[in-house]
């Protein structure tokens, strides 16, 4: 009888171990490791103390996070390796704790229901925190919440929103409002690509109160207004340029429908509207991250990710005539919908 050959396990073994890297991480973040380390290297018995833990407890997770790549630990004194200082740490310009700490208080729980999700093709905030509310009625009850998602969101955005705005020219658009914009990474990004852009940010009440001080730290208070209020029930203010970064894959498709139709509507004829959203292949076998981002979406929202095409489809039906996609190689790619 002939012997069959198996398949390399490895892609099964890798994907059994992932979570256990990623939870390593969330915890040693969470736990405030790599913000005590910034003060300096330290030795174990002091960092347990310093954050209140069990020593033996602690000495596995520091030692996981330096074979994770995020600490050294030279004659028994742990310090932060440089993409820690620059990622890990809350203080860090370019951190991404506030994603991280979303990601361990709200997706962790949420994916662990992910086989119900798919079962009933619904969100999962009542099965895991008990309310029905939506996400960003429940979840961001404290400012401090609110602030540590808009950092995470801010994190990831100061990474996309150069080459989201670098993918078109916009030269000659004259004012932005960017809706459901949050701390303003594109508007600033739009304003330091284009010299006479003047934008606005356009968001809930309870999430500009908390992004004032991105704005001012942007450097582009003079020229980027705060503008509070509801992109479903406001009248949008008045923009040549609108844009909407990780807004569209939030929500229904219904919903969908009617804020493009009143994107469209707001515009003048060659006004456009810029999309930031990853864009899955048009077969839907790739890239991995788009699809996982497609799947953490369904745990935790109304919608999805989409193709090109899909979000064509969308733009066409709300009125766009001309529509360019363009992949930027960061975590958001960029369309462009422009008005006839
Ligand atoms: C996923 S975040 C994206 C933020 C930002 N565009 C970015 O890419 O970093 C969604 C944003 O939409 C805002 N938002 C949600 N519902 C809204 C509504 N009805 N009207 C205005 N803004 C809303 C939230 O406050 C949040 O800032």
Not at 29 to 37: I, N, P, T
Not at 169 to 179: A, C, I, Q, T, Y
Not at 184 to 203: E, I, T
Request: aromatic share 10%; charged share 25%.
């Amino acid at each position: 009888m002939q012997k069959s050959i198996l398949p390399e396990p490895a892609p099964v073994v890798d994907l059994i171990e992932a979570f256990r890297r990623s939870k390593a991480m969330f915890a040693a973040v969470s736990l405030g490791v790599f913000d005590l380390l910034e003060q300096g290297p330290n030795d174990l018995q002091t960092l347990a103390s310093s954050l209140e833990v069990n020593a033996d407890a602690l000495e596995r997770l520091l030692d996981s996070c330096v074979s994770l790549g995020f600490l050294k630990n030279a004659q028994a004194r742990y310090s932060n390796l440089p993409v820690a200082s620059s990622y890990l740490v809350r203080s860090s310009p370019n951190t991404l704790v506030g994603y991280i700490l979303y990601s361990n208080a709200a997706l962790y729980p949420l994916w662990g229901h992910l086989e119900d999700a798919v079962r009933e093709g619904t969100h999962r905030w009542k099965q895991t925190f008990g309310t029905d509310q939506p996400i960003y009625d429940h979840f961001f009850k404290t400012d401090q919440a609110r602030r540590d998602f808009v950092l995470g969101m801010h994190g990831f955005g100061q990474i996309s929103s150069p080459p989201v705005v670098a993918a078109f020219d916009l030269s000659r658009f004259k004012r932005l409002v960017d809706v459901g914009g949050a701390t303003g990474h594109l508007a600033a990004a739009a304003c330091a690509r284009y010299p006479s852009l003047r934008a606005a940010v356009f968001d809930l009440p309870v999430t500009i109160k908390v992004v004032r001080e991105f704005i001012e730290r942007a450097g582009f208070k003079d020229r980027i207004e705060l503008i509070p209020g509801d992109f479903f029930r406001d009248p949008l203010p008045e923009a040549d340029l609108y844009s909407v970064g990780r807004i569209l894959h939030d929500w229904s498709e219904q919903k969908i429908r009617r804020l493009l139709g009143k994107v469209y509507d707001g515009l003048p004829r060659g006004g456009a509207l810029l999309v930031a959203e990853r864009l899955l292949d048009e077969d839907k076998t790739g890239p991995v991250a788009s699809l996982m981002q497609s799947l953490s979406m369904l745990v935790c929202t109304e919608g999805k990710e989409r193709t090109l095409s899909e979000y064509s489809a969308l733009l066409k039906d709300a009125g766009f005539a001309e529509i360019q996609g363009y992949r930027t190689g960061a975590p958001l790619d960029a369309v462009l919908a422009v008005k006839g």
